[in-house]
């Protein structure tokens, strides 16, 4: 038996692959050989009706759960970067998809990263339970690497993703929406909302009011009232809260990315496949999955802006291209 342990996902971009991979999964003809071990606030998929069990998201039950079953499974995945809290002879994976984690040990000394300093911590503590950590993208080998919690071996570059959802159902580039730009994201600090609504401050001062569409729910109080500002002041920002991205991404032209960090982004395949033409940072996640349309220095909120009047101005920027491949058949038959 396998056991995929992931009690810590339940949203974001983690969810999304965790579904995918559990769907992919329970496709494949050897289903009845894994267990799931999931998060209570995770939405499992509705075919998901055995082989699973939810716990509390605790370190206590985790653990209790682990010395209960010491003996039951050959193969684990633990899907949410941290190893197991007890020893098992089983073949332990970890798949690693935190970035700032990674970051944290060389930036202890700043009070915005004490918090994932002390995640790494205990992510090192039970670093010596796991053979090996799963990661999407070669950044994400050399910074675990770079930290030393394995070496070069036993990390394993296996990126996956749903390579059918986005694929077909987009208008052409030349009937979308004119002049609308789309950044999918929850608010947290590494999205860089705050220079990304710098910049539109900086197009609205210039003339230009491009619609941008966004998703920032209520644990971003401040990015919500300076959105407000902003539409009061005259730009246009259309703030989804949550959405199924497929329409965005199917009728709108252009993707913007100002991300400073991301463990794989998602996001820049999902809107590269479907039609949309992408502005990204220029940072080296970025080039891990795709080759964007145009780059900006995501730290300067006038760059960021030069970049969209580039797109509004010049209708001639090339189309991004993937250049990663979903390898979620390799996942599964090393698992399996």
């Known amino acids: 038996m396998v056991l995929i342990d992931a009690l810590y996902i339940n949203k974001g971009g983690g969810a999304v692959l965790l579904q995918y991979l559990i769907e992919q999964i329970l496709a494949s003809d050897n289903s009845s050989n894994f267990f799931f071990l999931l998060d209570p606030r995770f939405d499992k998929p509705k075919n998901l009706t055995t082989n699973y069990t939810v716990i509390p998201n605790k370190q206590s039950e985790r653990k209790k759960f682990y010395k209960l079953n010491t003996h039951s499974y050959s193969k684990v995945l633990c899907f949410a970067n941290t190893p197991p809290p007890v020893r098992l002879k089983a073949k332990i994976y970890t798949y690693f998809h935190n970035q700032k984690l990674l970051e944290a040990p060389g930036k202890k000394h700043k009070r915005m990263f004490w918090s994932q300093y002390i995640k790494y911590l205990f992510v090192k503590r039970f670093n010596k339970n796991t053979d090996y950590y799963i990661v999407q993208t070669p950044h994400m080998v050399q910074m675990l690497v770079g930290v030393g919690l394995k070496d070069i071996a036993h990390c394993l570059t296996i990126p996956f993703y749903d390579t059918d959802k986005y694929l077909s159902g987009g208008l052409p580039f030349e009937e979308r929406r004119k002049n609308e ?142 250049v990663i491949s979903n390898r979620i058949r390799e996942l599964i038959d090393l698992l399996g």
């Open 181 to 322: 730009f789309v950044f999918i994201s929850n608010p947290s600090p590494q999205k860089n909302y705050p220079a990304l609504l710098d910049a539109w401050e900086h197009l609205l001062s210039k003339g230009h009011k491009p619609r941008l569409h966004v998703t920032i729910d209520n644990t971003a109080p401040g990015i919500l009232d300076r959105v407000d500002m902003l539409n009061k002041m005259g730009a246009d920002i259309v703030n989804h809260v949550y959405t199924d991205p497929r329409e965005l991404y199917f009728n709108c032209p252009y993707l913007i990315f100002p991300s400073i960090m991301e463990s794989f982004g998602l996001p820049l395949i999902e809107a590269a496949e479907s039609g949309m033409k992408i502005l990204a940072s220029d940072l080296p996640f970025v080039y891990d999955v795709v080759t964007p349309s145009l780059t900006f220095d995501q730290r300067k909120p006038a760059a960021i802006a030069a970049a969209v009047i580039r797109a509004m101005d010049k209708n001639d920027l090339p189309f991004p291209k993937v």
